[in-house]
């Protein structure tokens, strides 16, 4: 009988399921067929994978592979917290040829990662997937970033920045950054694979397309409150899904409340 807090989550990518565990049970060995990355928030476990004994402590990322055989239990028999992804394998490889362009790599190389830009990709990537609101952009970019970081993302085989794609990019969501994006569309758009687009556009602007977008967004609001437009007139006037979605954006990136601009304008 397992002891402890299990929670299995429905994503919005059919095929990728989430579960958040808190729990002291010892697992027998196993295997899945699924591809695993997790994120160890609290305690610390030890187990036998198939890449040898290791042991992962809270902030580190946790991978096994397809078939792969493991186990797992906590140190010194206290609980552990952890939140775990699981994704058929045909998602990681569809999305490793993208990645690679063609070269495509489909093993996570290390069943424990000890770096925090990592542990946070699986945490961004975990909100956005749990999340019924998350725009489909913001959940590709995450889960693609994410996996180009297990799957140890090398230089594409064409150098340089795909320059007059990014900036086709770039023209279309500022002509309309209030109809849906996604990134299937824009890298075609583009002629780029999608990964390429997320890297590339990121490296040319600062910004992955989906925080551009809601830049654009958020500096459209901005126009339409100094316009006098009502608050929730703006926000979904600048294609935001309701007040408190542009207003958590708003003050992300100014460090005040729409409102407080608004009362400073009249």
């Known amino acids: ?3 402890g807090r299990f929670q299995v989550l429905r994503t919005a990518i059919d095929g990728v399921e989430a579960v958040i565990a808190d729990s002291s049970h010892a697992f027998a060995r196993h295997s899945h067929d699924t591809y695993g990355i997790g994120l160890v928030e609290r305690g610390a476990q030890t187990s036998a994978s198939g890449r040898g004994r290791v042991e992962a402590q809270a902030g580190n990322t ?4 397809p078939g792969e055989v493991h186990d797992g239990a906590p140190v010194g028999g206290a609980s552990r917290a952890w939140r775990m992804l699981y994704m ?9 040829q ?3 362009e063609g070269g495509a790599r489909e093993e996570f190389h290390a069943p424990v990662l000890d770096d925090g830009r990592v542990g946070w990709l699986v945490a961004a990537a975990l909100a956005a997937l749990v999340d019924s609101k998350a725009a489909a952009i913001c959940r590709d970019e995450r889960l693609l970033l994410l996996l180009a970081a297990v799957l140890r993302e090398q230089a594409p085989r064409r150098e340089g920045i795909a320059a007059a794609g990014i900036a086709r990019a770039r ?8 109809s849906p994006a996604t990134l299937d569309a824009l890298a075609a758009d583009c002629g780029l694979g999608r990964f390429r687009l ?10 992955t397309p989906h925080a551009y ?3 654009r967004r958020t ?3 901005r126009r339409l409150i100094a316009a006098g437009n009502p608050l929730a007139d703006a926000a979904a006037g600048a294609g935001f899904a309701d007040q408190s979605h542009m207003t958590r954006n708003f003050t992300r990136r100014y460090g005040y409340t729409p409102g407080a601009y608004l009362a400073a304008l009249t």
């Open 88 to 96: 058929r394998p045909d998602i990681v490889a569809a999305a490793a």
């Open 171 to 178: 023209e279309r969501i500022d002509a309309d950054p209030v």
């Open 1 to 3: 009988m397992a002891s």
């Open 219 to 221: 500096d459209l609001a």
């Open 213 to 215: 977008l809601i830049q």
């Open 98 to 100: 993208d990645i690679f």
């Open 198 to 207: 997320v890297r590339d556009f990121a490296r040319a602007t600062g910004l």
């Open 62 to 65: 946790i991978t096994v592979n």
